[in-house]
């Protein structure tokens, strides 16, 4: 539903000559529905206007159009406006984003400690766009840590086209329990916006990629690398939305150190259902998954992990 400021109104409209000669109840619904900014109501009520007032017609579509005109107007105002200051902003202006943070602590016959925190940070310029996002989970248990997990992710996009765009990504990974204290991956490609609607978005990305891996037995391995991503989501309702996130890299040649002539994939993906509780405030339910085709001995291909968490909006 979209709401239109009361400054937004002429008060021409109001009064035209059109207007002047509708009958007085016709004339206080469509006055009654403009003021009240809600551009669905007005379009209803004057559909109901011409329903009841059939010989009005004329009169009434009059307004309807002065109405859309003046809207068009307005919208177009705005938009210029938002332009206008999107080109004077500096780079720390027009960031948004979202952030979450949990904890859990148990004694006695289990003695568990653990948090988890994430930040997501967007930016949104006439071309460009930019994304962050820290994430780090932790967990503790009867003196031995049972995950530790830390991620850093920069991705600046640049619109080509309204669909296509070209995207950079930089990234930091560590997860000791994985078999590497550090994973470091950059890349760059070329991604698509398959389904842009209001409700729904679905965008693909395609590059390769160069990756470095320090495990946790002193050896590294810098590799060349494939990268393919997909984000998808969808307002279920105004208060509803899923989410899905995949990313995955596949790994080939460029072998060094102890790695000789191999390859690895790699995936991570989640999967969320997200429920507005405030204008801020939501409730995220998720489970996640990531996956190594070739991980260090000792540990195992796959994990998963499932969240619920507050999320809050900025």
Same mark, same amino acid.
């Given at each position: 539903m979209t709401k239109l400021p009361l400054l937004a109104i002429p008060a021409l409209l109001l009064c035209s000559p059109a207007a002047a000669e509708l009958p007085e109840a016709a004339r206080t619904m469509i006055d009654a529905a403009i003021a009240s900014g809600d551009a669905a109501q007005v379009e209803? %009520?004057?559909?109901? /206007?011409?329903?009841?007032?059939?010989?009005d017609a004329a009169d009434i579509d009059a307004i309807w159009t002065e109405y859309q005109a003046h809207q068009a107007e307005v919208a177009a105002a705005e938009a210029a406006?938002? *332009?206008?200051?999107?080109?004077? +902003?500096?780079l720390f202006d027009n960031w948004g984003g979202e952030g979450q943070i949990g904890a859990f602590q148990s004694s006695g016959n289990t003695d568990e400690f653990g948090v988890t925190a994430a930040l997501a940070l967007k930016r949104e310029g006439i071309d460009w766009?930019?994304? !962050?996002?820290?994430?780090?989970?932790?967990?503790?248990?009867n003196g031995v840590t049972s995950r530790e997990q830390f991620l850093a992710r920069y991705e600046p996009r640049f619109q080509i086209t309204? =669909?296509?765009? /070209?995207?950079?990504l930089a990234q930091y990974e560590?997860?000791? *329990?994985?078999?590497?204290?550090?994973?470091? +991956? %950059?890349?760059?490609? #070329?991604?698509?916006?398959v389904i842009d609607e209001e409700d729904m978005e679905l965008s693909v990305k395609a590059g390769p990629a160069y990756r %470095?891996?320090?495990?946790?037995?002193? $050896?590294?391995?810098?590799? !060349?690398?494939?990268?393919?991503?997909?984000?998808?989501?969808?307002? #279920?309702s105004d208060s509803l939305t899923f989410t899905q996130d995949a990313s995955s890299t596949i790994e080939t040649g460029g072998e060094v150190l102890l790695i000789v002539d191999s390859t690895n994939t790699s995936l991570a993906a989640t999967t969320g259902l997200e429920a507005g509780l405030t204008?801020?405030? &939501? +409730?995220r339910l998720s489970w996640a998954i990531e996956y190594d085709s070739s991980p260090p001995?000792?540990?195992? &291909? $796959?994990? $998963?992990?499932? =969240?619920? +968490?507050? %999320?809050?909006?900025?």
């Open positions: 209803a %009520v004057v559909a109901a /206007a011409r329903t009841a007032f059939p010989d406006r938002e *332009l206008q200051e999107m080109r004077q +902003a500096s766009e930019h994304r !962050l996002r820290l994430t780090a989970d932790y967990r503790r248990q309204p =669909r296509l765009f /070209a995207y950079g560590a997860d000791r *329990l994985q078999g590497y204290t550090a994973r470091y +991956a %950059v890349s760059g490609g #070329i991604g698509y916006k %470095v891996t320090d495990f946790t037995n002193g $050896t590294s391995a810098s590799r !060349l690398a494939g990268l393919f991503g997909a984000d998808f989501e969808w307002n #279920i204008d801020k405030l &939501s +409730a001995p000792g540990a195992v &291909s $796959t994990d $998963t992990i499932s =969240r619920f +968490a507050l %999320v809050y909006g900025f």
